[in-house]
Antibody
């Protein structure tokens, strides 16, 4: 079964850091671009960051650029999101999503169930 | 950056046709993807490249895209179709993915 499982969410104080992980299974992880998407409570989906299969092309939403870093370890079938200088506006359910191909421009055809990040003192 | 506008909610009677719109400047010139998102579940791609249905998505789901509006159509609506629906495009000018605000479909 093709699957993505996120982890690493939790309660964190403003200004602190958190690292999210996403493990893929049931497919060749290094054949696909990967993305992070978040959903604040009561709001819609917001794209956060994405990268190609090789990491050769990376993009970030303006709201997180300079604070968040996306990375991957294909040997571990894992995608990461390092989040620094967190604020209350970063509170959201964070989803990992797989592209349908190697490009960041490919549609997201597999999603995880998300991991919740709450930024609060 | 590119903005996608969706109505917050749409209601449809069971067995009838629901139409969910996504507005954007000359969106007909863009490629639109549609996602279904039920509470507590992972989002699901229901339409890609304007009108293609991934395997496993019922034929009741279709879509079109022209001018300033893309439309997701759900025929013979069922209770199980209740969900939030999001349109998505790639904004070349900003190198960003953009989602619409989402439309909550109620089948009643």
């Amino acid at each position: 079964e093709v699957q993505l499982v996120e982890s690493g969410g939790g309660l964190v104080q403003p200004g602190r850091s958190l690292r999210l992980s996403c493990v893929g299974s049931g497919f060749n992880f290094d054949d696909f671009a990967m993305q992070w998407v978040r959903q604040p409570p009561g709001k819609g989906l917001e794209w956060v960051a994405g990268m190609t299969w090789s990491g050769g092309s990376i993009g970030y939403a303006d709201s997180v650029k300079g604070r968040f870093t996306i990375s991957r370890d294909n040997a571990k079938n894992s995608l990461y999101l390092e989040m620094n200088s967190l604020t209350a506006e970063d509170t959201a359910l964070y989803y990992c999503a797989r592209g349908s191909g190697t490009s960041r421009l490919d549609r997201f055809n597999i999603w995880g169930r998300g991991t919740m990040v709450t930024v609060s003192s | 950056s590119y903005v996608l506008t969706q109505a917050p909610s749409v209601s449809v009677a069971p067995g009838k046709t629901a139409r969910i719109s996504c507005g954007g400047n000359n969106i007909g010139g863009e490629t639109v993807h549609w996602y279904q998102h039920k509470p507590g579940q992972a989002p699901v791609l229901v339409i890609s490249y304007d009108s293609d249905r991934p395997s496993g998505i019922p034929g009741r789901f279709s879509a079109s895209n022209s001018g300033n509006t893309a439309t997701l159509t759900i025929s013979r609506a069922e209770a199980g179709d209740e969900a939030d629906y999001y349109c998505q495009v790639w904004d070349r000018s900003s190198d960003h993915w953009v989602f619409g605000g989402g439309t909550k479909l109620t089948v009643l």
